[in-house]
């Protein structure tokens, strides 16, 4: 027997040290986080109206506000996610306030530094900022530098929270494999108390080490990037760092749906009355996802024929395999929760079923995009953003604000204001997505400023749609808040 | 199997030594990039795990956020000292290059060590960055397109 | 409005079928919370369900990636393919045009070799009606081949499909395809 270590105990640090509850924090990173949302979806509005000759704006402005949108939603999204995640499990796992605070601050900084450098700077690559083309812009040379850092900076901010995650975990369940649940299957890894992960902390599990991995690659990405900048002899490959550049910018974009389905788990149950319990299929389906996720990125480069064959069809392969756990366990056991279940239907609730038929059919598309010869016909077509916007504005977004419903507290049956909230919210919604597939279909290029027919008049109705949605969300927020403040008031807390 | 707890330091010290000293012994060619980037990433993941059998037997207060800043500008540091401009300096002197690889087996020391000292375990999640950084350098960090 | 045909016709109605599947299923589960039950007499039923789906959808994806491995439009999948000896097209994208011919002939094999000068670009085929046809990337240091050929004679669209800086939107360029025999037999090529 190995002699029983003393575990010293962790540097006592309260909430109250930083004179923050857990929850006025996650509170105010929803409100920062929900206004930044409607800011760049204001932006997208307003491309949508170049594009359609509503207004008129230079190609280098489009452009810059394009990098802009991109860069800032999916920060905004992987943060709102993350704070989503971290509140729901932040009792259970000890997971600690100022950790979240270092990774909300992290984030911001790093969008900061990215809005300069566009607003001010011009910067405008586009969110993918495939080399060479930060450093054969119009723009000043000081914004591609401060932009690098501010994806560095919000990097960082992920990783914080990753570690943090992992180290709750491994503080709770004795390791990592544990919150993956694989002692359902390996028994000698039981804990002597025979508590297994709830399917929550089985997600966070994969997010944190999918995360790390992932800003592992944005880190040597941004390093590479920023050396080039500093010194031009720094060699780069095109072909390299075009992968490099989706292995990271992909899979940060994908695990948000991640992040959202440990979130699901969560909160579903509490509306239907019904448990999620974990079982092997459980932590086969997430072994599925941690493997097979961080190897869908080369189907961002089918069009490029240079690449090996291996990560071509692997790439098709993996992205394929990665659908499986989400289509048949994620997906089918919320449905599962659902049928017949004496459900609840609040704000929150809708939310989140719309939320799944949004995955769903959001992930249809891209499923259709990952086979090559149909991608042949759709890549960097508008069939591209209709898809992820299907499934991160139609979905992930939803999740968000299904959360924010249950964490401002649900309290009362819904009233024919908020129904008409959730009507024009989700009218503009489904207008705004039918304009891009129709797009897509019909062959105009994503990321122009100036558009072949029949793109113009697409976007002239895709705008107006945008209005609705706008509307519909600046209501939906609204409403929220008064409902905060009422709940607050009377000393109510998130819930039903 | 106790033997081979007890005896796995030994092991690696060996092969961490004989991976250090071989060049300046021997003085053998440089590896290819991908191979050097890899033997970098060894000593990193090597002076990890000396870490984390240290802390093991000497357990501390831990939990300090500050550990985990240290991990992250840990594992950004060891990409830095990769780049043409820092390595070319110490590349064609073989005591330099060894000092340098040296330093790669304290950083990798200092991440390992760091980490166990936010939270116990943690070691893992910086092998994990570690080894997933020297894989992806492996593939083309500072190299160039291929020649036509 | 452009045509919907060929590939992007497949697409949409798949699109359509398996979008329009789901929902309903969807509708049907929101609908069931009408009549609710215990979870513990729909459970069962539910994991069985589940396995059920669980063949069906991996056959389906298996049925895909046996049936797509065989039309990829790479050069190692078309090069066997290809029975006539290939007409091969140099082509060089810049910010923000191409060089290449400004003619070319229809029904003829074309190996077109892409390669850009500066940044990432895309090179897509549009058909006289705006049908986007056929892509390959365009990217520095590196040089595609895309197996194409012309279905027929009019002025196809050549149009960049990567974001490659403010011109982006400007960058295309008409492609007169002509009836092989019925000009010159040598491709031109102009700067």
């Known amino acids: 027997m190995a002699k029983p270590v003393r575990v010293q105990e962790p540097v006592a640090l309260h909430a109250a040290d930083i004179g923050l509850t857990p929850r006025r924090l996650v509170g105010m990173t929803l409100s920062v986080g929900l206004g930044l949302i409607f800011v760049l979806g ?74 300069v450098a566009v607003l001010v700077g011009g910067f405008g690559p586009a969110w993918t900022f495939l080399y060479p083309l930060p450093f054969m812009g119009t723009w000043p040379s000081w914004s591609t530098g401060l932009f690098f850092f501010g994806v560095l900076f919000v990097g960082v901010g992920f990783a914080i929270f990753c570690f943090d995650l992992m180290a709750g975990i491994i503080r709770t369940y004795g390791s990592i494999w544990n919150g993956l649940a694989w ?73 948000a749906i991640y992040v959202s389905a440990g979130v699901i788990y969560y909160i579903l149950p509490k509306y239907t009355g019904r448990a999620f319990h974990t079982n092997k299929v459980y932590a086969l389906s997430w072994a599925i996802s941690l493997f097979f996720v961080p190897w869908a ?41 659902v049928y017949r279940s004496d459900m609840r239907w609040r704000p929150g609730s809708t939310l989140f079923l719309a939320g799944i038929l949004g995955w769903l059919v959001g992930g249809v598309a ?40 249950y964490f401002v507290g649900e309290r009362q049956t819904p009233g024919r204001l908020v129904k008409a909230i959730e009507w024009t919210f989700f009218t503009g919604l489904v207008g705004f997505l039918l304009m891009f597939y129709a797009g897509g279909i019909e062959g105009v290029p994503r990321r122009e400023a100036v558009q072949p027919p029949p793109g113009p008049i697409l976007a002239d109705i895709a705008t107006g749609f945008v209005a609705i949605l706008l509307v519909g969300l600046v209501a939906m927020l609204i409403e929220f808040w008064v409902r905060a403040k009422r709940n607050a008031a009377n000393g109510e807390a998130e819930g039903l | 199997m106790r033997a081979l707890q007890r005896a ?47 802390v093991r037997r000497r357990p501390k207060p831990y939990g ?62 910086w092998q994990l960055l570690v080894i997933v950084m020297g894989v992806i350098t492996a593939t083309g960090f500072g190299s160039g397109p291929p020649v036509a | 409005m452009v045509p919907i045909e060929g590939r992007q016709l497949a697409i949409l109605l798949l699109w359509i079928s398996l979008s329009a599947i789901v929902t309903v299923a969807f509708l049907w589960v929101v609908r069931s919370t009408r009549r609710p039950r215990d979870f513990d007499a729909v459970q069962s039923d539910g994991y069985r369900l589940r396995r059920g789906w669980g063949w069906v959808y991996g056959s389906l994806l298996i049925i895909s990636f046996a049936v797509t491995i065989w039309t990829m439009p790479y050069a190692w999948a078309q090069q066997a393919a290809a029975k006539s000896p290939a007409i091969t097209v140099e082509v060089v994208a810049h910010q923000f045009s191409f060089t290449m011919p400004s003619s070319l002939p229809a029904r003829r094999l074309i190996k077109f070799v892409v390669t850009s000068a500066d940044v990432n670009h895309g090179f897509g085929i549009y058909s006289p009606q705006g049908v986007l046809l056929a892509q390959v990337q365009a990217m520095p240091d590196y040089h595609n081949v895309l197996y194409f050929t012309f279905p027929g004679p009019g002025t196809y669209i050549i149009r960049c499909l990567e974001y490659c800086g403010e011109g982006h939107s400007a960058m295309q360029q008409p492609l007169k395809v002509y009836v092989s025999g019925s000009q010159a037999t040598s491709v031109s090529k102009e700067a």
Do not use: C
């Open chain 1, 366 to 405: 891209a499923m259709l995009d990952a086979t090559i010869p149909f991608n042949a016909v759709l890549h960097n077509t508008l069939w591209v953003p209709a898809h992820f916007h299907t499934y991160l504005l139609g979905g992930v977004f939803l999740f968000v604000l299904g959360f924010t419903s």
């Open chain 1, 297 to 337: 990125w080369p189907h961002h480069l089918y069009m490029d024929f240079v690449q090996a064959p291996w990560l071509q069809v692997g790439g098709e392969a993996s992205t394929y395999i990665a659908t499986i756990p989400a289509t048949v366990v994620t997906i089918f056991g919320s449905l599962l929760l």
């Open chain 1, 42 to 115: 204001m932006i997208g509005g307003i491309m949508k109206a170049a594009q359609g000759n509503l207004i008129q704006l230079q190609p280098g402005t489009f452009y810059a506000l394009l990098t802009l949108h991109g860069a800032g939603m999916i920060s905004t999204v992987v943060l709102l996610t993350a704070v989503a995640l971290w509140y729901v499990l932040h009792d259970h796992l000890s997971l600690r306030p100022d950790m979240l605070v270092f990774s909300v601050v992290a984030i911001v900084w790093g969008l900061v530094a990215a809005t």
């Open chain 1, 183 to 255: 002692d359902t299957w390996i028994p000698r890894l039981r804990r002597p108390d025979g508590k297994v992960a709830p399917p929550s902390v089985i997600a966070a599990s994969m997010v944190a080490i999918d995360g790390l991995i992932t800003v592992a690659a944005g880190s040597v990405l941004v390093v590479a990037l920023l050396a080039h900048w500093f010194s031009p002899k720094f060699p780069i490959d095109p072909l390299w760092i075009k992968n490099l550049t989706f292995f990271f910018g992909h899979t940060i974009a994908n695990l």
């Open chain 2, 8 to 54: 796995w330091p030994l092991a690696l010290g060996l092969l961490v030594a004989i991976d250090l000293l071989g060049p300046l012994a021997f003085g053998a060619a440089a590896p290819p990039l991908a191979l050097h980037h890899l033997e970098h990433a060894f000593l990193l993941v090597s002076g990890g795990l000396f870490a984390m059998a240290y």
């Open chain 2, 64 to 125: 300090d956020p500050l550990w985990i800043l240290a991990v992250i500008g840990l594992g950004t540091l060891s990409l830095v000292l990769m780049l043409p401009d820092v390595y070319g300096i110490v590349d064609a002197e073989p005591v330099l290059h060894t000092l340098l690889h040296v330093g790669f087996l304290v950083i990798g020391w200092l991440g390992g060590y760091a980490a166990e000292r936010y939270a116990p375990k943690l070691g893992f999640g």
